[in-house]
């Protein structure tokens, strides 16, 4: 399929070494807000919301991750930038793990957070099934309660609705094709032929994609350290926001990799 110019956002100085950061399936590059400020003081910042999501164009499908990351190897072209830190979360990642696999040239360092090398099918093929029937907007509540823990979520209900607002703005048929791709995606072969050096972190409490598919990325990439956010659900880096930054940062710090 033919790469899609996705919708994005700069922060930082325009000279500085470039960072991706990939949103999660139902989310937008807002859910990176808690982490642009800190990083863009030093790097240039690029958040995107995936095809299907937010303010990008939503081509019919179907979808691979392939597909997502054909995406952002166009917004690298589209930035100018022939190398750049990716990062992503969940579906995010999936891509980002794609991309340092097939494209390793483009990809400086990496981080992989909350997400998974082989995710259980049958749950992303039946919530395509039901965004399309029914829209995004019902399934927003379950999905937000895995997002946060449930202590977080009760003290935060103004982000608790934001979060279901962005699923709920997501094109219905987008996401169901993100959801095909997300059950499709077997990245297992990949992990050995990636060489950026990559940083895992998992929410300790996810219940989307719990520690266990971390551990198998961590243990499939050679060097990579593995890092747990406790507590954390499966959008780890808004309810850490201080520890999930900080170690995004200290990741891309290391070696001198911002001179
Ligand atoms: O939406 C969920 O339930 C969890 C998830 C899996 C892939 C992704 O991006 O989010």
Redesign the pocket.
């Known amino acids: 399929m033919t790469a899609v110019e996705v919708s994005y956002t700069e922060d930082g100085p325009a000279d500085a070494p470039v960072v991706v950061l990939s949103?999660?399936?139902?989310?937008t590059r807002g859910m990176w807000d808690p982490q642009v400020p800190a990083l863009a003081e030093r790097y240039r910042v690029v958040t995107y919301d995936t095809r299907g999501h937010g303010e990008s164009p939503a081509p019919a499908g179907p979808y691979t991750v392939d597909d997502l990351v054909d995406d952002v190897v166009a917004l690298l072209d589209r930035l100018g930038a022939r190398t750049a830190h990716v990062a992503g979360?969940?579906?995010?990642?999936?891509t980002a793990m794609r991309l340092a696999a097939r494209e390793p040239a483009r990809v400086g360092r990496l981080v992989l957070l909350?997400?998974?090398a082989k995710?259980d099918p049958q749950?992303?093929l039946d919530?395509a099934v039901q965004a399309r029937s029914g829209g995004t907007a019902p399934l927003a509540p379950a999905?937000v309660g895995?997002?946060l823990t449930p202590a977080y979520a009760a003290q935060h209900p103004d982000l608790v609705a934001r979060l279901e607002a962005m699923i709920a703005g997501a094109d219905d048929e987008g996401y169901a094709n993100?959801?095909e791709a997300?059950g499709h995606f077997d990245a297992r072969e990949d992990l050995a032929r990636i060489t950026a050096p990559t940083l895992v972190v998992s929410g300790a409490e996810d219940p989307?994609?719990p520690p266990p598919h971390q551990q198998l990325i961590a243990d499939g990439i050679a060097g990579a350290t593995l890092v747990s956010i406790s507590p954390g659900a499966?959008l780890p880096n808004l309810e850490q926001p201080l520890e999930v930054t900080g170690a995004l940062l200290a990741h891309l710090d290391a070696a001198g990799s911002h001179a």
């Open positions: 949103n999660s399936l139902g989310a979360l969940s579906l995010g990642g999936m909350a997400t998974s995710p749950g992303f919530r999905i895995r997002w993100c959801c997300v989307a994609l499966h």
